[in-house]
């Protein structure tokens, strides 16, 4: 009889998984290492618009600050937004979208209304208002995030939840006096952990697109690194148009951006595969 292959076993033949995997890797590690090892870009030299060299990585830019520097500082930033963004969003989310999943009533139909609210309001316009009156703290603009981000979330897993809860294992569960809480947590939640799992690295990703659109606009936190800022900078040094143009000042951190979502929605699609073997 064929050995049945793990989950494990296909995640680990994904490429894309694991490109994925390594990217994030390396960035977790890059933000939790790389500001001990490197000072805080701060103050300013004269090596003003220095292109990329031995002495600068990634050259500097116009306070003659290291590119370099800036991007492992706004690393550790994007991780920390992001992972705050994914916490308030799992904390609302989750429940009450298994609850509006397993249960019918008038709780369960204001859930819906209220999920179909949020995901029909533009989110940058009222992340702009609340980051305007809450301020501009980097915990701030991540809890305003993490609130715009649970509907998308509760969504998919009340979509998950009306699918599982029809299964014959929820109802023995029922039928055995377990109580909701347990089932919902521990057979509901588990089972629809893919789609869950996929839309958590969308929430990552898309935290870090909404905090770089906040500085860029200058609506992030002045006073910490992130790649958002480094670009805003960029912009207001007018340094995309200047000639000879310091193509490494707005470049790079632009790259950042797309390597780190890129590298969380791979690893989500690829998790999605792992737990779902029907989509294999």
Same mark, same amino acid.
């Given at each position: 009889?064929?050995?049945?292959?793990?989950?494990?076993?296909?995640?680990?033949?994904?490429?894309?998984?694991?490109?994925?995997?390594?990217?994030?890797?390396?960035?977790?590690?890059?933000?939790?290492?790389?500001?001990?090892?490197?000072?805080?870009?701060?103050?300013?030299?004269? $090596?003003?618009?220095?292109?990329?060299?031995?002495?600068?990585?990634?050259?500097? $830019?116009?306070?003659?600050?290291?590119?370099?520097?800036?991007?492992?500082?706004?690393?550790?930033?994007?991780?920390?937004?992001?992972?705050?963004?994914?916490?308030?969003?799992?904390?609302?989310?989750?429940?009450?979208?298994?609850?509006?999943?397993?249960?019918?009533?008038?709780?369960? $139909?204001?859930? $819906?209304?209220?999920?179909?609210?949020?995901?029909?309001?533009?989110?940058?316009?009222?992340?702009?208002?609340?980051?305007?009156?809450?301020?501009?703290?980097?915990?701030?603009?991540?809890?305003? =995030?993490?609130?715009?981000?649970?509907?998308?979330?509760?969504?998919?897993?009340?979509?998950?939840?009306?699918?599982?809860?029809?299964?014959?294992?929820?109802?023995?569960?029922?039928?055995?006096?377990?109580?909701?809480?347990?089932? =919902?947590?521990?057979?509901?939640?588990?089972?629809?952990?893919?789609?869950?799992?996929?839309?958590?690295?969308?929430?990552?990703?898309?935290?870090? =697109?909404?905090?770089?659109?906040?500085?860029?606009?200058?609506?992030?936190?002045?006073?910490?690194?992130?790649?958002?800022?480094?670009?805003?900078?960029?912009?207001?040094?007018?340094?995309?148009?200047?000639?000879?143009?310091?193509?490494?000042?707005? =470049?790079?951190?632009?790259?950042?951006?797309?390597?780190?979502?890129?590298?969380?929605?791979?690893?989500?699609?690829?998790?999605?595969?792992?737990?779902?073997?029907?989509?294999?």
């Amino acid at each position: 009889m064929k050995k049945r292959k793990s989950g494990f076993y296909y995640f680990l033949h994904n490429r894309n998984g694991m490109i994925g995997l390594c990217g994030v890797m390396l960035i977790v590690l890059i933000g939790l290492i790389g500001p001990i090892l490197i000072p805080k870009p701060e103050g300013y030299t004269t $090596d003003i618009l220095q292109a990329p060299s031995a002495a600068h990585w990634l050259g500097t $830019d116009g306070l003659g600050l290291d590119i370099f520097a800036q991007l492992v500082w706004g690393a550790r930033t994007s991780l920390y937004v992001s992972i705050l963004t994914l916490l308030v969003a799992a904390v609302i989310g989750l429940p009450l979208g298994l609850i509006c999943g397993y249960t019918r009533g008038i709780l369960s $139909d204001i859930i $819906d209304a209220v999920v179909d609210i949020f995901l029909t309001i533009p989110m940058l316009p009222l992340t702009i208002i609340m980051a305007a009156i809450m301020g501009s703290n980097i915990t701030n603009v991540a809890l305003i =995030l993490g609130i715009f981000s649970w509907p998308s979330l509760a969504r998919v897993t009340k979509n998950s939840t009306l699918k599982i809860k029809e299964m014959q294992y929820i109802e023995a569960a029922g039928c055995l006096g377990i109580g909701k809480a347990r089932i =919902l947590f521990k057979h509901v939640l588990i089972n629809a952990s893919g789609p869950v799992f996929v839309n958590l690295t969308l929430v990552m990703a898309s935290a870090v =697109l909404s905090e770089a659109s906040l500085s860029f606009l200058g609506l992030g936190d002045p006073t910490t690194w992130s790649w958002g800022t480094i670009l805003k900078r960029a912009w207001s040094a007018n340094a995309v148009i200047t000639n000879p143009n310091p193509w490494w000042w707005w =470049l790079m951190p632009s790259l950042c951006i797309v390597v780190y979502v890129v590298c969380f929605n791979l690893l989500g699609t690829a998790l999605n595969d792992t737990l779902n073997p029907k989509g294999r």
